[in-house]
């Protein structure tokens, strides 16, 4: 069986196909990282307008790399939840077309979700159940995943996601966007103990949460003070930059990591995954393994390029097919996070 899959939900236009044995015969992802860069952020409008140009080109480019006809695929799976509304609605209505076009199934996926599910595609074994930690550039979420239908939110972020926080830091930075990269390549030249910046929760363990905003608004008076600010024409000195972008690096890691930990311990679960852009990061990956290999543990996390956006995460379709779970032409897209 093969499926194609396909994911708009921000802003990487992506389509692939797997089959149920979760070989992965094609993966394209068109980034419009150069598109956003200069507002430091993603654009609604201009992230949908280009979904629309490049959704069908990406969608050729799968399965013309798959070495396949379109007609010899057997599902349609896209994710329809959670994103940008206008980025969704361009990916479900190719995938609504394209079912109806040949007659195949059509399954709608949550995109966090099929960030965890990208591990068991990643290292082909069962990872239910386990603790799964998404980071990326919208949420940070720790959930006890039960199944590929069954995610209980354990906790998570009362604030900035851990990925935009990155991001504005970075800005602030003078970095370029996505910030997230480019600040840890920075970092790697800084001291992490340069400066105390906070890490709410940490010492909490009553709590699975996290908070970003106030870590971002104490690195924002160490560059500038308190006062209004022009961040373009900041002069700050490389040094000083690196061990910012060090420090600011080392405060993330810790409270995702230190949380990630106390899921463990509370839950009694042995088994972590990880999904998201943020995932891709070096430091956290480093000091992950390094605590829960200390717990006896085990940690999934999926290569780099399968951390950031990417239609290979929609393989969670498989699951759905093989439970019967299909969907049909009234599928919509949900921009908002249903907690399920
Ligand atoms: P969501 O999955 O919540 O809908 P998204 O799809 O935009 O959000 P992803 O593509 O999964 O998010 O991740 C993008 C985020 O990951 C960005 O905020 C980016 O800065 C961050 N990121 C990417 N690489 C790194 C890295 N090496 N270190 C830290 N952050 C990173
Ligand atoms: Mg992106
Ligand atoms: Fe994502």
């Not at 069908?56 to 329809?80: F, G, Q, S």
């Not at 972020?157 to 990269?181: C, H, N, Q, R, W």
């Not at 390549?185 to 010492?203: E, S, T, V």
Request: glycine share 8%; aromatic share 6%; hydrophobic share 45%.
């Amino acid at each position: 069986m093969k499926i194609l899959t396909i994911e708009s939900t921000c802003d990487e236009t992506a389509a692939a196909v797997i089959t149920d044995e979760l070989d992965v015969l094609s993966s394209v992802v068109a980034s419009q990282d150069e598109l956003h860069q200069r507002f430091a952020g993603v654009v609604p409008e201009i992230a949908a307008r280009a979904h629309l140009e490049r959704c069908l080109p990406v969608i050729h480019e799968a399965v013309r790399k798959a070495d396949i006809e379109l007609t010899d695929i057997d599902a349609v799976a896209v994710a329809n939840m959670p994103g940008l509304a206008g980025s969704l609605l361009v990916g479900v209505t190719a995938a609504k077309t394209l079912a109806w076009l040949l007659d195949k199934p059509l399954i709608g996926i949550n995109h966090l979700q099929g960030h965890i599910y990208a591990c068991q595609v990643a290292f082909k074994k069962p990872i239910f159940p386990c603790i799964g930690l998404i980071i990326s550039g919208g949420h940070s979420t720790i959930y006890h995943c039960r199944s590929a239908f069954d995610f209980e939110p354990l906790g998570g972020t009362i604030d900035d996601a851990a990925g935009e926080s990155f991001d504005k830091v970075a800005s602030m930075l003078g970095l370029p966007y996505p910030g997230g990269p480019a600040l840890s390549k920075c970092a790697l030249n800084g001291d992490p103990k340069a400066f105390a910046f906070p890490r709410p929760f940490l010492n909490d363990s009553s709590r699975l949460d996290f908070s970003f905003s106030g870590l971002k608004t104490a690195v924002r008076y160490e560059i500038a003070g308190a006062g209004a600010v022009d961040f373009k024409s900041l002069e700050i000195d490389d040094q000083r930059k690196a061990d910012i972008a060090a420090s600011f690096e080392q405060a993330v890691v810790d409270c995702l990591v230190g949380k990630t930990i106390l899921a463990m311990q509370k839950s009694g679960i042995q088994r972590v995954c990880v999904g998201g852009g943020v995932a891709a990061n070096r430091r956290f990956r480093e000091a992950l393994e390094n605590r829960v290999a200390e717990e006896g543990g085990e940690l999934l996390i999926a290569p780099m390029n399968l951390c950031t956006d990417n239609a290979v995460l929609g393989a969670i379709a498989i699951e759905k097919i093989k439970a019967g779970q299909v969907d049909d032409l009234s599928l919509d897209a949900v921009p908002g996070l249903i907690r399920s």
